[in-house]
C-alpha cells in the first residue's frame, strides 16, 4: 500500500511539475522595438514621450496622440511635432494596457523628463541584444524613420553598419 501511495504521489508532483513548466512564459521584443528606443529593455509594449505627450505603440509600430480631444494611431506623428526628434527625446518604456486612459499619472509622473536628451537609443548601443538593430535587420520597418517620427516609406536613409546617417 505504502508502494502505491509513495507512487501516486511522485506521478502526482511529475504532472504538476510539467503543468507549472507549461505555463511559464517569457516574451521578449527587441527585434520589434525601433532603433531610436531606449536601451535596457528585453521587452516594452509602450513608449511614452513627454515632451509631446505621445505614446508609441511597439508591437504595432503606431504612435498614439491626442487629436482634440480623441486618442488617435498612426504610423507617423502629426505635421504639429514636424520638429521632434524621436533619437533624443526621452522615452519612457510603460508595459500597461492603454496608458492614454491614465494619461494624467503618466503626465505628472514623466514630468521631470521633459527636455531630457541623454538617452542611450538601440541604435548607438554596442550591447549584444540589439545586434541585429546594428546592421539595420531589425525586420520591422522601423528603421526607417527619418529621426522626425516620420516614415520614409521605403526610401534609403543611408546608415552605415552600425546604424549611424552617413
Not at 503606431?62 to 533624443?88: E, F, I, K, M
Not at 548601443?125 to 522626425?148: L, P, T, V
Request: glycine residues 8%; charged residues 20%.
Amino acid at each position: 500500500m505504502k508502494k502505491i501511495l509513495f507512487v501516486a504521489v511522485l506521478l502526482v508532483g511529475s504532472l504538476t511539475a510539467k503543468l507549472a513548466d507549461a505555463q511559464i512564459s517569457f516574451s521578449l521584443n527587441i527585434g520589434s522595438q525601433p532603433e531610436w528606443g531606449p536601451t535596457g529593455y528585453d521587452h516594452a509594449e509602450f513608449y511614452y514621450m513627454p515632451d509631446i505627450d505621445t505614446y508609441y505603440d511597439v508591437p504595432n509600430h503606431q504612435y498614439v496622440y491626442l487629436n482634440g480631444n480623441t486618442w488617435t494611431r498612426s504610423a507617423s506623428l502629426p505635421p504639429r511635432y514636424a520638429n521632434y526628434d524621436v533619437y533624443h527625446g526621452y522615452k519612457a518604456v510603460i508595459n500597461q494596457p492603454t496608458p492614454w486612459r491614465n494619461a494624467a499619472t503618466y503626465r505628472t509622473k514623466f514630468a521631470g523628463y521633459k527636455g531630457r536628451h541623454d538617452q542611450q537609443v538601440i541604435r548607438d548601443s554596442r550591447d549584444a541584444h540589439y545586434q541585429n538593430h546594428w546592421k539595420g535587420d531589425n525586420h520591422n520597418n522601423n528603421g526607417n524613420h527619418n529621426g522626425n517620427g516620420h516614415d520614409n516609406h521605403g526610401h534609403d536613409d543611408h546608415h552605415d553598419d552600425h546604424g549611424h546617417h552617413r
